[in-house]
């Protein structure tokens, strides 16, 4: 293998760490509480960067595992930020299981996923409230083409990332159907419970990631699968999708807040540094909890046939165009398939022993 | 208080460790008059609490109490111990000290030191010259080979029963003694104030000193000195002799998460010899050393540490990041394991000693306006042909004071020290 130092300076494009300060002591792997001997982090993610071996990084389980709590970064003698490392890493790697490359080039370029963005959003947002049709069948077609769209994206990230760390290294498919690793990749998919094994751990990160996560996919599952008609339907109170909204949005507000919180206030290890990406990302999850709210409570004061609920509904949908186009796939918040993905790949690389 | 008196000298020595003996002996030779002001009971510094000393083996105080006894008898040197500097002013014709003396409560003209009032007193404390692994009376000579010779009397846990007064032969125990105010003027001034070794509890992972079997070095040092408080190496939680002893390197130096980046230079070296020395005391004992990398940089002492390689001594290169307990008090370290790839594992050790890095003894020198680095050590504006200068005319340092070294480098300091004091007393237009 060829030694590339340029290596770093390329990661360094995903987050801010210091990792060419680490002198290699290996104090941030045994003070992890998620470090394990069959996947060790983060010193040896840091002695692949910097070695530059791109393959291995590519190629590892690792970065996954790690549920940022900082305590490497906060013990480190070097502070080269390990923490924050593996958290770029998890960015860098997205954007390399990206088959179109857009991640990558919206990682280096934030500012132009930021201006596609709002132009997706500004075009359909005109274009819907000049949209003289049934803008309800409209928005049936769009929402349902997204499951299409997002699956698509999901599956080239989830085959990439498969091939990257077993096909490659096996040389052929491998597939576990063991009951108890799928059983665990679901449970640890649904409550990310590696949190709570950080020494001193953070509840309140544990409680907002969750409420958020859960969210974003409720969000998602509503939009993708066009489960809210309100030009149509006239929503009560107790209706099964009025619940599903409320909650939706109370979890995305109240999550969102604290993490945003944690994140302008600089407390804590885990949420001092964020890519203008995360940003972005946080802000349209805003967005959409918010005008889905506000679409179902107008639509619920004032019925289907209310002027204010097409507009508020135009412009849910145009958010969500945005949103699901541009933000979601490119995301590091994609990592929510990564993460319990990894656990599966984990146990099945032990299965299957795979070193 | 009591009484005021007034002294006068050429050269005011601050501390009484290798450095500050050092110093005044060679300015005592040259003929100038010191003063040599120390704080503690006794003169001699860590240097005489030592075991041996790397990388000869020599016995620490073989070497040292030459050195007390011949500073304390030297007829141009006077030692004040038990005698704290408060402040230090420059004035036109050299330096004004205040010192403080603390009462020790015993009449120190009188005195001839019997031990009989040690022997009468019923009160038991902990012996800070042992690093609290003894005890010791509360009215006691600090400790065997001290210098001078007086007992100090515990004024807080002295219960006042009388009886060592009504044993001591002199009638020379005063309870009522008073701290006295000195003032010394003095032409020059060399601080050799040395060192403090960065607290047990520096580093919030390794126990925060409530692990009993976790101990510092310099009770390291004591457990294998021949007068030390057991008498053999045991560990404290059990008075087990230690099947397996591990050292934790760079525990206090080296981290900036403990805001200690520096290297302390003397850990990894004292580590060796003490690991040496306790093969020597415990040869069925396994000894394993977790080091980030040795720095052996002194003459002979890469030869000192292969020597050590050599006898057995396990050398596992590892930062330990995290320290706890057993039920049984068996001290715990996790370490990353990287002999093989990376690998967190957690290892079992029964007497764990922290190699504990060296920081200044102080933060504030006595109120002159010295330069200090980032850290709080003197600097020399000189650093690399005049490392005993301070920017202030007629004020020296030397030994850690001024940085970590071991006693050799520091020896050396003190003999620059001590001929940039001759060479300004000299030369300097000072009445
Ligand atoms: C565990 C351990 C083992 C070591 N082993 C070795 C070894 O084997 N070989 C080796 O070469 N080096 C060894 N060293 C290093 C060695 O101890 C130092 O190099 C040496 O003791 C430095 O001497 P010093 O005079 O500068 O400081 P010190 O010995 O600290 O002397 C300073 C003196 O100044 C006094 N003082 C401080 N403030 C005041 C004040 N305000 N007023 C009056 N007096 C004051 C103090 O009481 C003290 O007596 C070891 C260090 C440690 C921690
Ligand atoms: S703790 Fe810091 S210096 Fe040590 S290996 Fe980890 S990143 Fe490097
Ligand atoms: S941030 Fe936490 S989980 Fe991630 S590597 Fe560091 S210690 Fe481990
Ligand atoms: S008077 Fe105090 S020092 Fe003297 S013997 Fe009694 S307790 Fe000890
Ligand atoms: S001398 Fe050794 S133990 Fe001490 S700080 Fe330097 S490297 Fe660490």
């Known amino acids: 293998m060829k030694v590339n130092t340029k290596f770093i300076k390329e990661v360094k494009k995903y987050g801010a760490f210091d990792i060419s300060a680490c002198f290699n002591c290996g104090n941030c792997t045994a003070v992890c509480p998620l470090s394990a001997e069959d996947v060790s982090f983060p010193r040896k993610m840091i002695r692949y960067a910097q070695v530059g071996a791109e393959k291995e990084i590519e190629a590892s389980l690792e970065p996954w595992m790690c549920y940022y709590c900082g305590e490497c970064s906060d013990t480190c003698p070097r502070q080269a930020y390990p923490g924050e490392f593996m958290m770029s890493l998890r960015r860098y790697l997205i954007s390399k299981y990206d088959v179109t490359g857009i991640s990558a080039f919206f990682y280096k370029f934030p500012w132009v996923q930021n201006l596609l963005t709002i132009a997706i959003f500004a075009v359909s947002l005109i274009f819907f409230l000049s949209y003289t049709g049934d803008f309800q069948e409209l928005a049936e077609k769009i929402e349902m083409a997204f499951p299409a769209y997002v699956t698509l994206a999901i599956i080239a990230y989830v085959f990439m990332f498969y091939k990257k760390t077993i096909m490659d290294k096996a040389g052929k498919m491998l597939i576990s159907f063991d009951f108890k690793n799928i059983w665990e990749t679901l449970i640890h998919g649904l409550t990310q419970k590696n949190f709570s094994s950080c020494s001193d751990t953070d509840w309140t990160r544990w409680i907002a990631h969750l409420l958020v996560m859960s969210g974003y996919t409720l969000t998602l599952i509503i939009s993708n699968l066009h489960l809210l008609e309100p030009l149509r339907i006239h929503y009560g109170l107790f209706d099964i999708s009025t619940l599903l909204v409320f909650y939706a949005t109370f979890a995305i507000l109240a999550g969102g807040f604290v993490m945003m919180f944690r994140r302008v206030v600089k407390q804590v290890q885990s949420s001092s540094f964020s890519h203008s990406t995360d940003w972005l990302f946080v802000v349209m999850l805003f967005l959409i909890g918010l005008s889905t709210f506000a679409t179902h409570t107008a639509n619920m004061a004032l019925g289907p046939d209310s002027d204010t609920v097409s507009i508020l509904y135009k412009f849910n949908i145009a958010v969500e165009m945005a949103w699901i186009v541009i933000v979601v796939p490119f995301t590091k918040w994609i990592h929510i398939f990564f993460r319990p993905m990894a656990i599966y790949l984990r146990n099945l690389k032990k299965e299957k022993q795979l070193v | ?431």
Request: glycine share 8%.
């Open chain 2, 1 to 431: 208080m009591n009484g005021k008196t007034e002294h006068n000298c050429d050269t005011l020595i601050v501390g009484s460790g290798i450095a500050g003996m050092q110093a005044a002996l060679d300015i005592g030779d040259a003929g100038f008059n010191v003063i040599m002001v120390e704080k503690s009971p006794s003169i001699g510094g860590k240097m005489i609490s030592l075991s041996k000393v790397f990388p000869t083996l020599d016995c620490a105080s073989c070497i040292t109490t030459p050195k007390m006894a011949a500073s304390s008898h030297h007829p141009r040197v006077q030692m004040m111990t038990y005698t704290e500097v408060k402040n230090i002013s420059k004035k036109a014709d050299g330096f004004e000290a205040l010192l403080i003396k603390k009462p020790r409560f015993v009449i120190e003209s009188e005195c001839i030191s019997c031990r009989k009032c040690e022997e009468a007193c019923p009160v038991y404390l902990e012996d800070e010259f042992e690093y609290g692994l003894g005890v010791k009376k509360a009215i006691s000579i600090p400790f065997t080979n001290a210098i001078p010779q007086f007992p100090v009397l515990d004024e807080e846990k002295c219960i006042r029963c009388g009886a060592c007064a009504r044993v001591c032969p002199k009638d020379c125990i005063d309870y009522l003694q008073k701290p006295e105010e000195i003032t010394v003027k003095a032409k020059s001034v060399i601080i050799a104030t040395g060192y403090e070794i960065t607290p047990m509890d520096a580093k919030k992972e390794y126990g925060e000193n409530k692990l009993i079997n976790v101990i510092s070095s310099l009770q390291a040092e004591r457990l294998l000195a021949p007068h030390g408080p057991y008498g053999k190496v045991l560990r404290p939680s059990d008075g087990k002799i230690p099947d397996s002893i591990a050292y934790v390197q760079c525990a206090g130096s080296r981290d900036e998460s403990i805001g200690v980046p520096y290297c302390s230079r003397v850990c990894c070296m004292y580590a060796i010899k003490q690991a040496m020395l306790l093969s020597g005391s415990l040869p069925l004992s396994e000894i394993t050393i977790y080091y980030m990398d040795i720095r052996a940089f002194g003459k002979g002492y890469e030869q000192f540490y292969n020597q050590a390689r050599a006898m057995g001594i396990n050398f596992v290169k590892a930062k330990v990041a995290k320290i706890s307990e057993d039920s049984q008090h068996n001290v715990i370290l996790r370490i990353d394991r990287q002999e093989e790839g990376s690998k967190p594992q957690e290892v079992k050790h029964d007497l764990v000693v922290l190699s504990q890095g060296l920081i200044p003894s102080r933060k504030e020198f006595f109120g002159l306006d010295v330069k200090l680095n980032e850290y709080g050590f003197i600097d020399s504006p000189a650093k690399t042909f005049s490392p005993a200068l301070t920017g202030i005319d007629g004020l020296f340092v030397a030994g850690v004071a001024s940085g970590p070294k071991d006693i050799p480098d520091t020896i050396m300091e003190a003999g620059s020290a001590a001929m940039e004091a001759l060479n300004y007393l000299k030369t300097a237009k000072i009445s």
